[in-house]
């Protein structure tokens, strides 16, 4: 009768240590698996992707400065800038950082008279170091600015009220934007 007691009150303990034992594995599973998910999240999230569309200017004219401002190196395939387009036979590296010097140079055409006051479209075709593929969309536009100057036509001193010339000057303003960059599967 005390053995009977005895293993009945070890298997109940045994059952018990079971119990926890099980109950442990399911919340260290459940525990691991909304880790895994939250590591995964994040890492997409610091694996990014963005550029900025700067205005910029060579001695040969007027250009659109890409600036990498992602997480992660991109490959530029194509551009399409107002009229203009162009294919790489290699694609172009955009590297990480996006500093002043670490840019690439979008063409703007201003012959034979750039499209004033008149907003056009910048597409890029890139793809990231695991070939996911992306569009990035902007826009350009030249703004006229009308500078005036005034110039006395007659000399100081004169008795009768000098005389002023206003000239107006008009220059051209490019600006430049961004919109989205999208992850899409392109084909060119």
């Known amino acids: 009768m005390q053995q009977e007691i005895f293993n009945q ?6 059952t ?12 260290a599973s459940v525990f691991a698996y909304l880790q895994y998910r939250i590591n ?31 997480k992660q190196n991109l490959y ?7 009229n203009t387009s162009h294919t790489f036979s290699k694609p172009r590296l955009l590297p990480i950082g996006g500093n002043e010097k670490s840019f690439y140079g979008l063409p703007v055409q201003v012959t034979p008279m750039p499209l004033v006051n008149t907003e056009l479209n910048i597409k890029l075709y ?7 593929k ?15 100057q005034q110039i006395s036509t007659n000399p100081e001193g004169t ?30």
């Open 40 to 70: 995964r999240r994040l890492k997409i999230l610091q694996d990014y992707t963005a550029l900025n569309f700067i205005p910029g200017g060579t001695p040969t004219g007027p250009q659109i400065q890409v600036y990498n401002v992602g």
């Open 76 to 82: 530029l395939h194509k551009f399409e800038v107002g």
């Open 9 to 14: 009150s070890y298997l109940n303990e045994q």
């Open 134 to 148: 992306y569009i990035s969309e902007g826009s350009y536009i030249f703004d006229t600015l009308i500078m005036q």
């Open 126 to 132: 890139l793809t990231d170091e695991s070939s996911h």
């Open 16 to 27: 018990i240590v079971l119990v926890v034992q099980v109950l442990t594995l399911i919340a």
């Open 159 to 188: 008795t009768p009220p000098a005389q002023v010339q206003v000239i107006n000057q008009i220059s051209l303003q490019l600006r430049a934007w961004t919109y989205k960059t999208e992850k899409i599967n392109w084909k060119i």
